[in-house]
């Protein structure tokens, strides 16, 4: 049996509103997220028993926190084994998605490579348990994000063509933005389904970075049709109509960090329709 190719891609939350408060404490949100083409890999192989997970390069994260773990065993029992190599590219704690991603590509990966026959509602309902963004990678992008991130609607929005995405050296830990947002105490925002590029974290996520604001400026004045947050940072992006203004945006930036002596990681990226992409190999 021959393995599998899968292309994880990452995420933007172009815009990002907190609207309230789940029973269970978990924040109500209102999101338009655009699945991008900047992608992890991973490699499937069938085995004759057992799951293997090897993630390259090593992050030094517990490989029992692994979402792609997480995922295959989710599904063990109904395979006989597999092996997984896990080629990693998007940064972590960045809020672009990446371990959600890896993780909805283990599922759409293990259910086409042992013909588990697998429905996209049952699929979802598996994501679903690994993690509120997990869903989005499964279906059409981009997609209204509601709910705690998982309930999901097509979007008819056009969104911009060319993101130049900025990756600070530093992480922003989801949880502790969300503590910082509670702590500010301001009044939760009402749904709106429009691309404003406007993200409620942004306050809270400066209390936890207190840098962000500085590489923000590296996006400002660019002439971009906006500049943004995804999720609960670090990560930031600035949008773009076309290859030429994003390509002298990209110059720009990097001039721009050199000259004030600031670490990021730059990325011209495109929307993508679907959060993974297969091939056979």
């Known amino acids: 049996m021959a393995g599998l190719r899968l292309k994880a891609f990452a995420k933007l939350n172009l815009t990002l509103r907190v609207v309230g408060l789940e029973p269970t404490g978990y924040h109500r949100l209102c999101s338009l997220a655009v699945a991008v083409d900047w992608a992890d890999l991973l490699r499937l192989e069938p085995r004759s028993r057992g799951i293997a997970v090897r993630v390259v390069p090593d992050l030094g994260i517990p490989l029992e926190e ?3 773990l997480r995922a295959a065993r989710l599904l063990e029992g109904r395979f006989p084994g597999v092996e997984i190599t896990l080629y990693k590219s998007i940064p972590p704690g960045a809020g672009l998605g990446g371990g959600s991603s890896d993780a ?23 994501a679903r348990g690994l993690g509120a963004d997990v869903p989005f990678f ?13 309930l999901l609607r097509p979007a008819k929005v056009e969104v911009p063509e060319y993101f130049l995405v900025l990756v600070p050296p530093f992480p922003c830990s989801t ?8 702590k500010l105490g301001l009044p939760f925002s009402e749904p709106a389904h ?9 306050d809270a996520a400066c209390r936890v970075c207190p840098e962000l604001p500085r590489y923000r400026e590296l996006l400002e004045g660019l002439g971009a ?15 773009f109509p076309g290859e030429g203004d994003a390509t002298r945006a990209l110059r720009e930036v990097r001039g721009r960090a050199a000259s004030r002596g600031l670490e990021c990681l730059l990325r011209l990226v495109r929307p993508r329709r679907w959060g993974y992409d297969i091939s056979l190999g």
């Open 175 to 182: 949880a502790a933005v969300y503590r910082e947002f509670d």
């Open 225 to 239: 049709e906006g500049v943004g947050m995804t999720g609960s940072g670090s990560a930031l992006f600035a949008a």
């Open 66 to 68: 692994n979402l792609v």
């Open 138 to 150: 499964l279906g059409e992008s981009p997609a209204w994000m509601e709910g705690t991130g998982d």
């Open 104 to 126: 909805a590509a283990t599922l759409v990966g293990l259910d086409r490579l042992f013909s588990l026959g697998l429905s996209q509602g049952e699929l979802a309902e598996l």
């Open 194 to 202: 429009i691309l404003d590029y406007r993200n409620d974290l942004w």
